[in-house]
C-alpha cells in the first residue's frame, strides 16, 4: 500500500470529522470514530494533528474558509455598497439553506468549546478570524465603491455577524421563509444605517 504523508492526509480527516459530525453530532466526533469513518488506525488522526483539539480547530477553520469563499464569490464587482452587502448577505444566507448541517455543526463546536477549557482558545481563534474576514469584506467594498464608513469596519462587522447568527439559529431551530426574508431586508437595512451614519443613537439604561 502506497504511504500517504500527513500532508495528504490531512484533508482527508478534516473531511471524515465533517461528514460524520455533520450526521451524527459532535459527540460522536471521537477520533476513534473518524478514523474508522476513513477507514484509518486512529494513530493516523493523533499523528496528523497532535490532538483533538487541534483537529477541532482544523474543522471549524475548514468549515468558515468553505462559507467565506462563497459569498467572496458572489460579490458583485460593478455595485454599489448597499447592493454589495445585499448581494453578500443573501449568499450566506444561501449557505444556510442550503448547507444547514454545517452551520448547525459551526455553532455546536462553539458552544463545546466555551464549555471546554481545552477548547475555548478554539472558539476564540474562530471567532477572531470571522471578524477579521468579515471586517476585510466590508473594508473591501467600500473601498471599492466609494462609501465612506461611518463607524469602523469591525464595528460594522460584529453588527452584521451578531444579527446573522441570530437569524441562523432562528432557521435551524424555527425556519419561517416570510419572517426570515424580513428579518434579511432589516439585516442589510440595519447594517447600511450603521455604516452610513443614519441611525440615531438611541438611549441605553446603564448596562
Known amino acids: ?48 494533528f497532535g490532538t483533538k483539539e487541534d483537529l477541532y480547530r482544523a474543522v471549524m477553520e475548514q468549515l468558515t ?18 447592493e454589495t452587502l445585499a448581494a453578500m448577505t443573501v449568499a450566506l444566507w444561501r449557505t444556510v439553506r442550503d448547507q444547514p ?17 481545552k477548547l475555548r482558545e478554539v472558539a476564540d481563534s474562530h471567532y477572531r478570524e470571522v471578524v477579521t474576514v468579515t471586517e476585510r469584506l466590508v473594508s473591501e467594498a467600500a473601498e471599492r465603491t466609494g462609501h465612506e464608513l461611518a463607524v469602523p469596519a469591525s464595528t460594522v462587522a460584529w453588527f452584521f455577524l451578531a444579527s446573522f447568527e441570530g437569524l441562523t439559529l432562528q ?30 443613537p438611541v438611549p441605553l439604561p446603564k448596562i
Open 65 to 82: 474558509q468553505d462559507l467565506v469563499r462563497q459569498v467572496e464569490e458572489s460579490a458583485p464587482m460593478e455595485a454599489g455598497f448597499e
Open 171 to 200: 432557521h435551524l431551530t424555527l425556519p419561517d421563509d416570510e419572517a426570515e426574508l424580513h428579518g434579511l431586508r432589516a439585516l442589510v437595512a440595519g447594517v447600511m444605517a450603521l455604516a452610513s451614519g443614519t441611525s440615531s
Open 1 to 48: 500500500m502506497a504511504h500517504v504523508t500527513a500532508a495528504e492526509r490531512r484533508p482527508q480527516l478534516i473531511e471524515a470529522a465533517i461528514v460524520l459530525m455533520s450526521r451524527e453530532g459532535v459527540a460522536a466526533g471521537s477520533t476513534r470514530a473518524i478514523a474508522a469513518e476513513l477507514g484509518v488506525a486512529q494513530a493516523t488522526v493523533h499523528y496528523t
Open 101 to 117: 448541517a454545517s452551520h448547525q455543526l459551526l455553532t455546536e463546536l462553539s458552544m463545546l468549546a466555551l464549555r471546554t477549557p
